[in-house]
């Protein structure tokens, strides 16, 4: 009888075979203390990303999606498969420093309470990125993607929900934290649940950490863990109302009116912030 990995990492890839390269590399490179298992989600990028992981990493396992059934679904696929302790969501374009995920690992083994970590991402020019945040409230898009987020009234709102009036300097509590790199207790996913499906991309990440503290899981930020994040927020990249045209800006709001009206009326759960 085989024994189960102590970790799963699990990576969805759609049309980014480079950075998949360049993410799998690391990941071996890394020689990580704990025996992990791989898989690849490929959500049909038809760019030759999958012919490239059969012939540079044989050893990791393919899940192939006939179509392109988006983040949540598609990390669903990798979840149902993975048969480790503990499982780590992780996106393409994110690189792992030696040593990071063994302190992401480390922390829920010595933290019970604690479903879900994320780690200090950054950018290239290493500064530190904003990757956690307080919960959202219907105010929050129209703040940032119109002039009134420019008013200091609602500087004030955003800093308090980016989580900029703190330096990510120390470990601690959070909301929520972006989808690029989160590891999660097994024990604690299988009593919350894994994605919410009916977010194609975007606030599924939201979704799954409210409803960790919904059941008594905490989510912490573990700022001795970093990894660099080559991040673009293709939904914010037109600004105002002419980003209606962008297909990311038109997900990331349809996102948005599921994530409100799945919790309309509902209290926002307590995460000692």
């Not at 498969?81 to 503990?86: E, P, Q, S, V």
């Not at 530190?128 to 009134?148: A, E, V």
Request: proline share 5%.
């Amino acid at each position: 009888m085989n024994t189960p990995p102590e970790l799963t990492i699990i990576i969805l890839n759609y049309k980014t075979k480079g950075l998949l390269k360049q993410c799998l590399r690391g990941i071996k490179e890394s020689n990580l203390a704990m025996a992990t298992e791989v898989i690849v989600v490929d959500n049909n990028s038809k760019d030759g990303s999958v012919a490239m992981v059969e012939e540079i990493f044989p050893d990791i396992k393919i899940v192939i999606s006939p179509t392109n059934v988006g983040f949540a679904a598609g990390a669903n696929l990798g979840l149902r498969l993975a048969t480790g302790r503990y499982l780590m969501i992780l996106n393409t374009d994110v690189a792992i420093f030696r040593g990071a995920v063994e302190q992401l690992h480390k922390y829920l083994v010595n933290h019970p309470t604690a479903g879900i970590v994320a780690p200090k991402l950054i950018n290239p020019d290493g500064t530190t990125q904003l990757s956690c945040y307080r919960f959202p409230n219907f105010i929050i898009p129209i703040l940032r993607r119109t002039p009134l987020g420019k008013l200091p009234w609602a500087k004030k709102i955003l800093r308090s929900y980016l989580m900029s009036d703190w330096d990510h300097q120390n470990t601690r509590p959070i909301g929520w934290a972006l989808g690029a790199c989160l590891m999660v207790r097994r024990v604690a996913l299988d009593q919350v649940g894994i994605f919410d499906e009916r977010f194609f991309l975007y606030f599924e990440d939201v979704d799954l950490c409210r409803r960790f503290w919904q059941r008594g899981w905490e989510v912490w930020y573990v700022s001795d863990a970093e990894m660099v994040h080559y991040h673009r927020r293709l939904s914010a990249e037109s600004p105002g109302l002419t980003g209606l045209f962008s297909y990311p800006t038109r997900v990331h709001i349809i996102s948005g009116l599921k994530y409100f009206a799945k919790y309309y009326g509902a209290v926002k759960p307590a995460h000692h912030l």
